[in-house]
């Protein structure tokens, strides 16, 4: 039985892009996904969570950005905590108290960051002394792409067989990473129509080319890895862009068809093409929204920033570096 600590403990996790992207479950409870994947941590955005267990309280209590939460994301974090509590043997309730650092407009509040922080900062409040691979797995948990956010830069989630199995695990440091930028253009920030969680299974259980996509995957992992370790930008930026669309793809082809893609996204993506054309090396990846992100070097940053400033306002427009893995504050 673990020791609860009645201190609160902090965490903070930023969130990540997938630049091969999971899209599909094969195990709806435990979050096992059809594929593996890989990300990109970002310095720009995160979430710091505290975590305190307190007996003397009869239900657990959720405050995002200073507000107490609706029932709903309650429901979702007290799911959560009742496998920690299951893993630690206890059963008090918790205070969980979340801030999501986004800087001003990106509408860029991600599960991926929330979930990570939340399994750090409660498994630990409840006495846990997790190693990185069972707090990914327990991220993933919560949340699929929270499992990637526990490690800075390049983080794979192998997609496992199981529960024991599924997790990420950084890669090895690459040259890459030094030189990397994602330019972050956010074109709208409410929420979305479907949920991350509803497009998958409408992906998985209706469209034809999903066996294909699961296969697709599989190469196109390999092929990023491959140019990650040879410090490949450009076939590392063209394979990341064509993921992103081949997942995409299984919208488009769901029954009913629907797309995360606005007018905007479809003007962002062609300026993007025309950038390359002028010999700016950039790429994009889009994930559940019609946000885009582009993917590009140190030196062309200014350029892309300029351009996509004229067109969204600077206001829209973010630089983000490769970030670092979950911290205890
Ligand atoms: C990803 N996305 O790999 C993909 C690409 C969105 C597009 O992971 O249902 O919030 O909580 O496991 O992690 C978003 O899905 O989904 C996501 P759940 P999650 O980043």
């Known amino acids: 039985m673990a020791t609860l600590s009645n201190n609160p403990v902090t965490a903070r996790a930023h969130t990540n892009i997938a630049l091969i992207k999971y899209w599909g479950k094969k195990d709806d409870t435990l979050i096992i996904p059809y594929t593996s994947s890989l990300s990109l941590t970002l310095d720009q955005f995160y979430t710091d969570t505290t975590v305190q267990f307190d007996a003397s309280r009869s239900t657990d209590q ?13 429901h979702r974090v ?6 920690v509590r299951r893993k630690a043997q206890i059963n008090s309730p918790a205070i969980v108290n979340s801030h999501n650092h986004v800087p001003t407009a990106a509408g860029l ?11 750090a900062a409660a498994s630990k409040a409840a006495g846990l002394n997790l190693t990185l691979s069972e707090l990914s797995r327990l991220a993933r948990r919560g949340s699929g792409s929270a499992c ?3 490690f800075g830069g390049f983080a794979e989630w192998q997609r496992g067989e199981d529960d024991l199995t599924s997790y990420a695990m950084p890669l090895k440091a690459a040259a890459l990473l030094e030189d990397i930028r994602v330019v972050a253009l956010t074109v709208e920030r409410g929420p979305k129509a479907i949920s991350s969680r ?7 259980t209706t469209s034809p080319y999903y066996p294909t996509w699961v296969k697709t995957c599989q190469t196109d992992l390999t092929q990023l890895k491959l140019a990650i370790e040879k410090n490949n930008f450009a076939k590392f930026g063209k394979i990341s862009e064509l993921n992103a669309m081949r997942m995409h ?8 068809d629907f797309t995360y893609f606005n007018g905007q996204t479809l003007t962002i993506m062609n300026l993007v093409k025309q950038l390359r054309h002028n010999g700016v090396a950039c790429y994009y990846t889009i994930d559940a929204g019609p946000n885009v992100k582009v993917l590009c070097q140190k030196a062309s940053v200014a350029k892309v920033v300029d351009t996509f400033s004229q067109l969204l306002g600077k206001q829209n427009v973010i630089v983000a570096k490769p970030g670092p893995g979950i911290q205890y504050l």
Do not use: K, W
Request: hydrophobic share 50%; charged share 10%.
């Open 198 to 204: 509803q497009g998958m299974h409408l992906s998985v």
């Open 62 to 74: 959720l405050i995002i950005d200073n507000q107490i939460s609706s029932e709903q994301p309650l």
């Open 109 to 119: 509040a991600s599960s991926a960051s929330a979930f990570a922080a939340l399994a």
């Open 148 to 150: 990637r956010s526990i």
């Open 249 to 256: 793809a299984l919208t488009l082809s769901a029954d009913p």
């Open 78 to 83: 007290s799911n959560f905590l009742d496998i």
